[in-house]
């Protein structure tokens, strides 16, 4: 048993009547959620028994559920990711750049997940390259790797895009590498007003394409007009983007991004207690500075769950994207031709054969340091299925 407190323990206890005082109005990818959490690294998921070569000793692990929105799972995932990302690391500084919706977009977003987030990318994309590119700016072509963050530190609807950017690019013709200056990469007045214009426009295209969807007060927002005159406020707002000074050194940048690409809502170590009363976290509250900013918060479980399920994305949506030199299907030439430009050695190719001296740390022993070999495999619990109901067609079930 586990002693700290986990978002898997409140979803067990409270869980249940979450789904049934909600009933109807949970997705099928939240309550998939909901119960890959509760049953991961449990005996439901299945998993194997481990055994000591030297002394014997025994211990049982259970099968991760592997959601991407599991507080548990996302070390393992974060780190087969930054492995195949080290070695697109450039030796050039990096920019952290952030583009953030004002909260009068954020509730139209909330109901239009796929196609709001998906325009958030399409717009913060296209206004890093298109500045960049300008000869009055940069000039050059240029990378990014942009993760989509939807909360702000209490679980509240703050969608926003994180952005990590190497400092310079290729020139137009591909012949040079052009730097940015030390600790400047593109001016974010600029930036911002671009990303508004594009961003709206978008959202319009959207509208009388009749992608987007209205319900309870903000269902008179489907009518044009209506909806004009709630985006009008929002042509004359300063929106939200900043830049933050470049990194020390690639594998501060790797560092960072383990932070950020597989972060979910909130994690395990944020939280402090759980009661029938309320659940207790800890959260920043940017309004204040120093040790003030660090601050703890008291949601009632129903509450709690609300927030935690407002972040779980469409089925399928890539929350992790790559743009313009970093683009899949040419990063691997983009960065070579880089690394030609810039002198420095092309990596050295993985080993073909890999000769283990040692058994990895989570294999050893903790009683003896003894090598652990699985020695039994745990079935997973078998969940029965009702029958479909007689007005569905019979399909495989017809005896």
């Not at 044009?224 to 929002?234: C, D, I």
């Not at 001296?357 to 294999?363: H, I, K, L, S």
């Amino acid at each position: 048993m586990h002693d700290a407190l986990e978002v898997a323990d409140i979803f067990r206890d409270f869980g249940p009547n979450y789904r049934a005082a909600q009933a109807g109005h949970l997705s099928l990818e939240q309550l998939k959620v909901m119960s890959a959490i509760e049953r991961c690294r449990t005996a439901a998921l299945g998993g194997h028994i481990e055994g000591c070569t030297d002394c014997g000793h025994q211990r049982i692990a259970y099968n991760s559920c592997r959601n991407r929105h599991c507080p548990k799972c996302q070390g393992a995932a974060a780190r087969a990711w930054l492995a195949e990302r080290e070695a697109d690391l450039l030796p050039v500084g990096y920019f952290h750049v952030v583009f953030s919706l004002p909260a009068e977009i954020a509730a139209i977003a909330w109901t239009n997940k796929a196609a709001v987030y998906d325009l958030l990318f399409r717009a913060a994309a296209e206004t890093m390259l298109t500045i960049a590119a300008d000869r009055k700016h940069l000039g050059a072509r240029i990378g990014i790797t942009a993760v989509l963050h939807t909360w702000g530190s209490a679980m509240t609807h703050h969608p926003h895009i994180h952005m990590i950017v190497p400092g310079g690019g290729l020139s137009p013709d591909g012949q040079s590498w052009i730097s940015a200056r030390a600790r400047f990469l593109l001016p974010v007045r600029v930036l911002s007003r671009l990303f508004r214009r594009l961003f709206l426009a978008g959202l319009v295209e959207l509208h009388a394409a009749g992608q987007l969807k209205f319900f309870g007060e903000a269902q008179s927002l489907a009518e044009r007009r209506a909806f004009l005159r709630h985006l009008a406020p929002l042509r004359r707002k300063n929106w939200v983007v900043y830049a933050k000074p470049p990194f020390a050194g690639p594998q501060a940048v790797l560092a960072y991004l383990a932070r950020y690409t597989h972060r979910v809502a909130i994690s395990n170590r944020r939280l402090v207690a759980m009661d029938e009363a309320g659940v207790t976290f800890r959260y920043k509250n940017y309004r204040q500075d120093g040790a003030a900013r660090y601050q703890t918060m008291t949601l009632p479980p129903a509450e709690f769950i609300r927030r935690f399920l407002l972040h779980v994305l469409p089925k399928g949506f890539h929350r992790i994207r790559h743009y313009g030199l970093l683009a899949s299907a040419s990063r691997k030439a983009n960065i070579a031709r880089i690394r030609d430009l810039l002198a420095v050695p092309q990596p050295a190719p993985p080993e073909t054969t890999v000769v283990e001296t040692a058994p990895e740390p989570w294999r050893c022993c903790p009683h003896c340091g003894g090598q652990m070999v699985i020695i039994e495999i745990l079935a997973r619990t078998i969940f029965a299925r009702a029958p479909p109901s007689v007005s569905q067609p019979a399909g495989r079930w017809a005896s």
